[in-house]
């Protein structure tokens, strides 16, 4: 059964980090490349970064450069999102998802991605 699981998520304080985590099983995780996605309350679902089946190649948001940072072990089927300098504006549920059909990431639209996970919730509060 495919399935991707998210975690991670929790409360943290403005300025903090935290690792998310999408750990992929069903499917060969080196065929695909990995989208990480957040939807704040009231707003539409956005995609922040992806990364390539192999890992070479990654796209972010332009909101999220320099802040955020996607990698990924295909020996453990797990692909991270590490986020720094947390902004309250970041609190959202963080969502991955398998890009369709390719190792590469086309875009970080929501039709370009066909599984998905039921998200992890990251909260930045003080």
């Known amino acids: 059964q495919l399935q991707l699981v998210e975690s991670g998520g929790g409360l943290v304080q403005p300025g903090g980090s935290l690792r998310l985590s999408c750990t992929a099983s069903?499917?060969?995780?080196?065929?695909?490349?990995i989208g990480w996605f957040r939807q704040a309350p009231g707003k539409e679902r956005e995609g922040v970064s992806c990364?390539?089946?192999?890992?070479?190649?990654?796209m972010y948001a332009d909101s999220v450069k320099g802040r955020f940072t996607i990698s990924r072990d295909n020996a453990k089927n797990t692909v991270y999102l590490q986020i720094n300098s947390l902004k309250p504006e970041d609190t959202a549920v963080y969502y991955c998802?398998?890009?369709?059909?390719?190792?590469?990431?086309?875009?970080?639209?929501?039709?370009?991605?066909?599984?998905w996970g039921q998200g992890t919730q990251v909260t930045v509060s003080s």
């Open positions: 990364i390539s089946g192999s890992g070479g190649s990654t």
């Open positions: 069903g499917f060969t995780m080196d065929y695909y490349a």
């Open positions: 998802a398998r890009a369709f059909g390719a190792p590469w990431c086309r875009s970080l639209g929501q039709s370009s991605y066909d599984y």
